[in-house]
């Protein structure tokens, strides 16, 4: 079957290479998190289906990079319009495919989608330009190329915003993609292709690979033919998709893991503090950025852990398409116990549990109770090691030095949160935190023009912005002599 239907949305199941739908032989099961309904049986593609797509590709090249950007970006708004066309129905398949909230992809998640590629059309018509500059005469002129063939690979926490947040400024920036979503949640990447097909863009120039990480994910970074790979997920794969893109030297983007330190002072406002430090269960803790591991200054800690409880115990958890729900399951059976291994192995070590600490037991399947272990153990794995599920610890600190050096004392440095009362104190603190993003007094506030991207283990390079196409783009420079012209 080559349909599915998903909550009264029909769903291609097949791979999206050359413009055409191609089935593989072998096909994967796709089942919501919600209740474990089987959703679809989905294409499961290896190298051949890759083989063609980055083939695909790579003869739509000519086409699309030859393109201007303003007749690139007439294509990209038209994906962005469909886009918003369809949030309806893009919203119920990502959350019946991956258990995050409704009211999120509504209202949030999918415009947030079309903006992925409105911003970055119009940044590549409007604003991708640097000075000229003179060399002892000669004019240096800088301009963005388009480079070639894109991989993306993207995880399945926020798949189609985390995917398109790739595709649309690879595709402004005149390259052609082939994307290999995660298995847990290959849906909507679908309906992007049949978007894209509508939105008038040419055969090639954007194409899905559906299937697994080791069979279609290690052939498409493995593709001598590609010319970038981005990649979303944890280290340890990370670790593979460098090694094999080391074999053709493609240049990679790394956006990895974290264990975001959140800081609150003492002078802090205690409201700010409650509310962001709530929102670290968000997708039911299953962000990239969550600021898992609070540190609090020590004489307002146990005021702070009072309030912070009695907000938590507010959270409604539940069917994520309900309005009410504030988070909803794990995404996947196997992932679930990942993430009660983490909490059964630090209660077995005799670590404190204040808030939640396992299954919730009311709603059964894949979902786990908001949880906050306190005091954890300098250097146990609670407190060093990325979980990605709503499992959040709780430190104290004397010094703001003391805090500092806290923060920064993991293998990860991809955000930070500091709540404080003070600016020049909370400057002085940020100054000093090693992450890619900081947020005082706030939390996920992201522009796509900013730089995005983490620091040590959590990312390699940076995008947003100018940034996405100085990696998706070929910069290159062109040195105009004062003299050897005919007239
Ligand atoms: P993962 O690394 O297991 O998988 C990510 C993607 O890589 C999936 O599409 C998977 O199929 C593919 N993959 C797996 N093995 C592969 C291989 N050998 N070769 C090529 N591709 C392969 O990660 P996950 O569990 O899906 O996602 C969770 C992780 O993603 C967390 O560590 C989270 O912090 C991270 N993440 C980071 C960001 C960010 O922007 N920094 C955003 C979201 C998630």
């Known amino acids: ?63 699309w990079s ?53 911003f970055f059309a119009d940044y590549a018509m409007n604003q991708l330009s640097y000075p000229d500059f003179e060399t002892r005469g000669h004019t240096n002129h800088v301009t963005w190329d388009p480079a070639g063939v894109t991989g993306i690979i993207t995880p399945w926490n926020a798949p189609l915003m985390l995917a398109t947040w790739r595709i649309g400024p690879a595709l402004a920036a005149g390259d052609t993609v082939v994307a290999k979503p995660p298995e847990w949640a290959p849906l909507t990447a679908s309906l992007l292709a049949d978007i894209t ?33 981005s990649f979303t997920g944890s280290v340890p794969t990370a670790k593979l998709v460098a090694k094999a893109a ?99 192995r630090a209660v077995a070590e005799g670590q404190t549990v204040v808030l939640g600490g396992g299954p919730n037991s009311e709603l059964g399947g894949n979902f786990f109770m908001p949880t906050l272990i306190d005091n954890p153990t300098v250097g146990s794995e609670i407190i060093t090691q990325e979980v990605f599920g709503p499992v959040l610890c709780m430190q104290q600190f004397d010094t703001d030095a003391e805090a500092i050096e806290m923060a920064n004392g993991t293998e990860f440095g991809l955000a930070a949160v500091v709540i404080c009362g003070d600016k020049k104190r909370a400057e002085a603190i940020t100054d000093r935190l090693v992450a890619g993003t900081i947020w005082v007094n706030c939390f996920f506030v992201r522009d796509l023009g900013a730089p995005f991207g983490g620091s040590k283990k959590s990312g390699i390079g940076r995008e947003g912005g100018i940034w996405s196409f100085d990696f998706y783009a070929d910069v290159k420079n062109t040195v105009f002599a004062p003299n050897g012209w005919k007239e």
């Open 1 to 63: 079957m080559s349909m599915a239907n998903v909550a009264g949305v029909s769903v291609d199941t097949r791979h999206f290479i050359g413009g055409e739908r191609i089935a593989s032989a072998q096909t994967f099961a796709d089942h919501s998190p919600i209740d474990g309904v089987h959703l679809a049986d989905i294409s499961r593609g290896g190298k051949q289906e890759v083989d063609l797509a980055v083939a695909a590709a790579k003869a739509a090249f000519p086409i």
């Open 66 to 118: 030859q393109m201007s950007p303003q007749e690139r970006g007439a294509i990209l708004h038209r994906v962005a319009d469909l886009v918003e066309e369809r949030i309806e129905e893009l919203a119920i398949v990502e959350t019946t495919d991956n258990g995050s909230l409704l009211r999120s992809h509504r209202r949030g998640v999918m415009p947030r989608v079309a903006m992925n590629f409105r």
């Open 197 to 229: 097909a509508e939105a008038g863009m040419p055969p090639g120039v954007f194409n899905v690979v559906q299937g697994f990480g080791e069979e279609a994910g290690a052939a498409l970074t493995a593709h001598p033919d590609l010319s970038r790979i």
């Open 246 to 344: 080391a074999e053709n030297l493609v240049p990679c983007s790394f956006e990895l893991g974290g264990k975001s330190p959140l800081i609150i002072t003492d002078d802090a406002d205690l409201d700010i503090a409650v509310t962001v430090a709530v929102e670290q269960y968000d997708n039911a803790g299953q962000v990239c950025l969550s600021g898992t591991r609070f540190l609090v200054q020590r004489g307002i800690a146990e005021k702070f852990k009072a309030a912070f409880i009695e907000r938590a115990k507010q959270i409604k958890q539940g069917d994520p398409r309900d309005e009410a729900t504030d988070i909803g399951p794990q995404i996947h059976p196997e992932h679930f116990t990942r993430v009660k291994g983490f909490v059964d």
